[in-house]
C-alpha cells in the first residue's frame, strides 16, 4: 500500500521539478545518509534500488566551498564532487539522472558542500588550533609530536603542517584542502554581510576576511607569509560559490543543499582571548565564526528565496554546538548557540517549515577519554554524550536530527588514541534510538558505504532499518529495505539484532529568563540572572558590576522569556567588508576527500597546576587532581572540597587552560568593574574602583581588603576591595 503511494509520487516526480511540492519527506521525518564520492558506482547502486532503500535521503558529498558553477553549463568541472572527473561534464548528466531515478523512489537528494578536508587549512589548524592547547592532547601527540619532533617549527609545507588535517596514509596534497571564502564581490553575500551585522547581539563588531582566497599569500604574525589552500577561480569569474551551489542545485533537480561547516582553524585564529597566553585561559569567544558561519547560511538562503525557492537547506552541526559556557578553543562549541538571539530566523530556516533541511548534529566522532565527558550527571559512554549534547540543541530551541557514524571514528585519531575511541555498536544503537532518538525528528548516519571496521560495530543496514523504523514507523515497508553494497563488507560476527530499551528523561526546551542583570547588584553563590537572551549563575563571590559571562559568572544557556530572546546590547557598528584583491593564480584541484565531517567535543583543559605553598588571590584557577579549582579568596592551602577557601570546578585534563592569577596582578580581565559606579557594597564591604591602592594583592585574615588590577573600558584599573567577612579567619 505504502510502496503504491511512494511509485505514484515518484511518476510524478520525474516529470517535473513541480513534483518536489509533494517530497518524501513529510513533518520533519528524514532518514538520511551521507554518500562520499570517489567510487561512481555508489550512486548507481542507490539509485538501481531507490523504493527499498531503508531511509529517504541522501546527501552527495563533498562540493568545495569555493566552487564555481554557471548556470545552465551543465558540467561539474569547478564543482569539486570529484564523482568521474573523466566524464566530460564530470558527471552532470549521469548525476541527474540517478537523482531523478531516487527522487522517483521517494529519496530526496541533496548536495553537501564543505566537509572536513574542504573545511582544514593545515597551517592555520596546526598553529592556532593544536599547538595552543598543549602537548598532551592526543592531536598534538598524532601531529606536531609525530611528524614536527614536538616543536610547532617542525611544521611546514612539506609535511602538510605536521598532517594536522589529514594523516599521511589518506594520500592528500596541498590541494586536498580548502576553505569557505567570504566573497566580497557578490551582491547577495553583501546582503547576508548587512544581516548579520544587522542583527548581531554579540558585544563585538565582525571583522571580515576576503583577503582569505585560495592561492593568496598570507602574511602572518606566527610565521611569516603561508598560502591559503583552494582555488580563486571563483574569485576570477566574478562568482559567488553559495549562489552557484543552488544553481548547481537547480540545475541538476535536487531537493535541498547542505552547509557542512567545521573550520575549526577560523574559530582559534579569530577568536577573542583575553588572556595574555592567548590561550584562552579566561575563556574565549568565537563570536567571529558565529558571523562567518551565519553569513554563509543567510547567502544561501537569499539565494534560494531568488533562485530556487523550493529547495532546502540543512546543515551539518557541532556536537558541542548548542552547549552553553565558557569555550576555551579547539572546537565549535557554542557556534550555533550564540546564533539564536541575533539570527532566530537564520537558525529557524534550516529547522522547521518549508525549506528546512534540518540541523543535523554530528553527535559521533567522541572520545570517553575523561577531558572529553560532558559533566555529570551526563555518562561518559556514547549513548550517554549523544543524549546530552542533543539535549542542548533542545534546550536552545533548535529543532535537530540526531548523527550516527559506521565503523571507525575519526576521533580521537586512531593512530595515538583508539583506546578512547566509540565505535557505534549494536547495544550503543539501540541504547540510542531508545533513549534519545524518539524527542527528535530525524537521524541520519556517515557513511552509506563506508565499511565496519570490526564485527562489533553495526553495519550500515541493520543501523538504516532500525532508525528507519524509529523515524518513520516500524510497519513502513521501505525500513525493512537493504542498503547495497560494494563489496562483500559484512563481517563475520555481524548480528542484526539491536537491543531496545526504554526511552530516556525527555530533554527540556529553554528555561524561563531570571531576573534582568544589575550592575549594581552583588551577586554571590548560586545566584541567577538573565543577560541578553541567556541566564546565568554566580559560582562564587565576584564584585559588583562584574560582566556576565566573566569569571565566577558562566552562562548556563539560553532562556526564554515569553517565547522572545531579550536584549540589552545595542547592535554593533557595520564594518569594513573591503579587501584586498587575490594575487595569485588559481589552485584548482581534483583530489578526493576523505574524512567524514569531523566533531570534537573537547572537554575542559585543566588550568595551571597548583604549586604547593604559593598565596593564591581571590578567583585565580589552578588544576590538581584533575579538576579545576577556584579560590573564594586569598589562600595559601592545598584545595579540597573541604577548604571553604577552594572551590572545585569540574574535572579537567588535556591542554593548558585557564591560568592562575596567583600573587600576580592579572595581565587580563579578571574583573570588569562600571567605573561609573564609585562604591558599592560586597558582602558587606565596599569596593573603590580606582581608590589608592598600596597593599597590592595582600588577602587574608590580616587583611581586610585588596587591591587588584581590573579592565575599565578596555583599559587598565586598581580595585581596592574590601572583604569584612571573617569566616576564614
Ligand atoms: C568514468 O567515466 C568514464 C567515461 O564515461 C568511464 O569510461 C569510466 O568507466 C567511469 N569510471 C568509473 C569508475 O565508473
Given at each position: 500500500m505504502l510502496l503504491t503511494s511512494f511509485a505514484l509520487a515518484a511518476a510524478t516526480a520525474v516529470s517535473s521539478v513541480q513534483a518536489l511540492a509533494n517530497p518524501p519527506v513529510t513533518d520533519g521525518k528524514v532518514v538520511g545518509g551521507y554518500v562520499l564520492f570517489g567510487d561512481p558506482m555508489k550512486l548507481k547502486l542507490l539509485a538501481d534500488n531507490a523504493a527499498n532503500l531503508p531511509i529517504n535521503r541522501v546527501w552527495l558529498s563533498f562540493v568545495r566551498p569555493d566552487l564555481y558553477y554557471e548556470p545552465g553549463s551543465n558540467t561539474l568541472v569547478?564543482?569539486?564532487?570529484?564523482?568521474?572527473?573523466?566524464?566530460?561534464?564530470?558527471?552532470?548528466?549521469?548525476?541527474?539522472?540517478?537523482?531523478?531515478?531516487?527522487?522517483a523512489g521517494g529519496v530526496e537528494v541533496f548536495l553537501a558542500m564543505g566537509g572536513w578536508d574542504y573545511n582544514c587549512w593545515p597551517w592555520s589548524y596546526s598553529y592556532y588550533s593544536i599547538f595552543n592547547y598543549g602537548s598532551t592532547t592526543p592531536t598534538y601527540q598524532s601531529t606536531i609530536q609525530k611528524y614536527g619532533g614536538g616543536q610547532i617549527t617542525g611544521c611546514n609545507e612539506g609535511n602538510q603542517f605536521c598532517y594536522s588535517c589529514e594523516p599521511p596514509s589518506n594520500g592528500n596534497t596541498f590541494d586536498s584542502f580548502t576553505i569557505f571564502p567570504e566573497p566580497g564581490n557578490s551582491a547577495t553575500w553583501k546582503q547576508a554581510q548587512d544581516y548579520v551585522t544587522k542583527n548581531s547581539k554579540m558585544p563585538e563588531s565582525p571583522v571580515w576576511h576576503p583577503e582569505l582566497v585560495g592561492g593568496a599569500k598570507y602574511t602572518?604574525?606566527?610565521n611569516g607569509v603561508v598560502t591559503v589552500p583552494g582555488s580563486n577561480v571563483w574569485a576570477k569569474k566574478g562568482r559567488d560559490p553559495y549562489q552557484d551551489l543552488v544553481y548547481v542545485a537547480k540545475d541538476l533537480g535536487l531537493d535541498g543543499v547542505d552547509i557542512d561547516y567545521e573550520e575549526f582553524w577560523h574559530a582559534d585564529m579569530f577568536k577573542t582571548d583575553s588572556s595574555a597566553q592567548k590561550n584562552c585561559g579566561n575563556g574565549c569567544t568565537l563570536y567571529q565564526t558565529v558571523y562567518k558561519f551565519s553569513a554563509i547560511l543567510q547567502d544561501v538562503r537569499i539565494n534560494i528565496k531568488n533562485i530556487y525557492p523550493s529547495l532546502k537547506l540543512s546543515t551539518a552541526a557541532s556536537a558541542a554546538g548548542a552547549w552553553a559556557g565558557t569555550w576555551w578553543g579547539g572546537n565549535h562549541k557554542g557556534l550555533t548557540l550564540n546564533m539564536v538571539p541575533s539570527y532566530p530566523d537564520l537558525v529557524q530556516f534550516l529547522g522547521t517549515g518549508a525549506n528546512a533541511g534540518g540541523w543535523n548534529i554530528m553527535t559521533y566522532d567522541l572520545s570517553n577519554s575523561a577531558v572529553n565527558c560532558p559533566p555529570s550527571p551526563a555518562s561518559c559512554t556514547l549513548d550517554g554524550q549523544v543524549n546530552f549534547y542533543m539535549a542542548q540543541y533542545t534546550a536552545a530551541g533548535i529543532v535537530a536530527n540526531v548523527g550516527y557514524e559506521i565503523g571507525t571514528p575519526a576521533y580521537p585519531p586512531p593512530a595515538v588514541?583508539?583506546?578512547?575511541?566509540?565505535?557505534?555498536s549494536n547495544s550503543l544503537t539501540g541504547a540510542i534510538i531508545s533513549a534519545t532518538q524518539p524527542y527528535y525528528k530525524g537521524g541520519f548516519f556517515w557513511e552509506l558505504f563506508k565499511p565496519q571496521a570490526s564485527p562489533n560495530d553495526i553495519h550500515v543496514t541493520t543501523l538504516a532499518r532500525v532508525l528507519c523504523k524509529a523515524v518513520l514507523g516500524a510497519n513502513t515497508p521501505r525500513c525493512s529495505g537493504s542498503i547495497p553494497i560494494l563489496a562483500n563488507d559484512i563481517l563475520p560476527g555481524s548480528s542484526d539484532t539491536v537491543p531496545i530499551g526504554p526511552p530516556g528523561p525527555t530533554p527540556s526546551g529553554p528555561p524561563p529568563c531570571a531576573e534582568p542583570y544589575s550592575p549594581t547588584q552583588q551577586y554571590t553563590t548560586a545566584m541567577k540572572f538573565s543577560y541578553n537572551g541567556y541566564n546565568y549563575m554566580c559560582s562564587y563571590w565576584v564584585a559588583a558590576g562584574t560582566q556576565p559571562g566573566q569569571p565566577g559568572l558562566p552562562q548556563q544557556g539560553l532562556c526564554s522569556s515569553n517565547g522572545a530572546v531579550t536584549s540589552t546590547l545595542a547592535p554593533p557598528p557595520s564594518s569594513t567588508t573591503a579587501g584586498p584583491k587575490p594575487t595569485t593564480s588559481a589552485v584548482q584541484t581534483s583530489s578526493p576527500v576523505t574524512l567524514p565531517p569531523a566533531s570534537t567535543a573537547n572537554g575542559t583543559p585543566c588550568s595551571t597546576p597548583w604549586v604547593a605553598g604559593t598565596a593564591y588571590n581571590g578567583a585565580a584557577q589552578v588544576s590538581y587532581k584533575g579538576f579545576?579549582?577556584?579560590?573564594?579568596?586569598?589562600?595559601?592551602?592545598?584545595?579540597?572540597t573541604t577548604d571553604s577557601s577552594w572551590k572545585q570546578l569540574s574535572a579537567c585534563g588535556g591542554g593548558s587552560g585557564p591560568t592562575t592569577t596567583a600573587a600576580q596582578p592579572p595581565t587580563s580581565?579578571?574583573?570588569?568593574?562600571?567605573?561609573t559606579k564609585p562604591a558599592t557594597t560586597a558582602n558587606g564591604g565596599a569596593i573603590f574602583n580606582g581608590a589608592s591602592c598600596s597593599t597590592f594583592g595582600a588577602w587574608g585574615c590580616n587583611f581586610q581588603c585588596q587591591c587588584s588590577y581590573v579592565t575599565v573600558n578596555g583599559a587598565f584599573a586598581l580595585q581596592y576591595q574590601c572583604n569584612p567577612s571573617s569566616a576564614r579567619c
Open positions: 569547478g564543482v569539486g564532487l570529484n564523482y568521474n572527473n573523466t566524464q566530460a561534464d564530470y558527471g552532470f548528466a549521469e548525476i541527474k539522472r540517478y537523482v531523478q531515478k531516487l527522487q602572518t604574525e606566527k588514541d583508539a583506546a578512547h575511541a566509540m565505535p557505534l579545576n579549582w577556584v579560590t573564594n579568596w586569598w589562600t595559601n592551602s592545598e584545595p579540597s580581565a579578571s574583573v570588569i568593574v562600571d567605573p
